[in-house]
């Protein structure tokens, strides 16, 4: 059996990604990108960069912790890009990098669809919690 270099194991590794195992990486990208944060913040971004405050005032309900973990989590993913420009006070901005681009494109059509779909949705609650009320 001839040895494998470490390359070529992750490339092997790469080929058997598959999200419904346990233990693959994809997962873990699968439930940061299905957060309801990330997706807010990634929308959000989707005109250019923006400061932290913008963010937050944007993203209602979003509190000073959750902001900044999912935006440490973004940018440690890749996703996003977080530019400090030396001011008084120090300015910071925030923008989507080339797959969060394309991240983007998925996530604005989930909002997109729920933001559409919500009244239909509303309505199939009541119905069902009518239909349950008694169990």
């Not at 790469?14 to 997962?27: I, K, L």
Request: aromatic residues 6%; charged residues 30%.
């Amino acid at each position: 059996m001839p040895t494998r270099t470490a390359a070529e194991r992750r490339a092997e590794a790469r080929a058997a990604y598959d999200a419904f195992m346990a233990e693959c990486p994809s997962r873990q990208l699968l439930e940061r990108i299905s957060d309801k944060w990330a997706t807010l913040i990634v929308t959000a971004l989707a005109d250019g960069p923006r400061r932290y405050a913008e963010l937050a005032r944007t993203i209602a309900g979003v509190s000073q912790k959750m902001l900044t973990q999912t935006l440490r989590a973004l940018e440690r993913d890749g996703m996003v890009t977080r530019t400090v420009t030396a001011s008084v006070p120090v300015r910071v901005d925030y923008e989507l990098t080339g797959i969060g681009r394309e991240l983007l494109v998925v996530l604005a059509a989930v909002k997109s669809w729920s933001e559409r779909h919500i009244e239909q949705v509303l309505d199939a609650r009541d119905a069902y919690d009518a239909a349950h009320a008694d169990a």
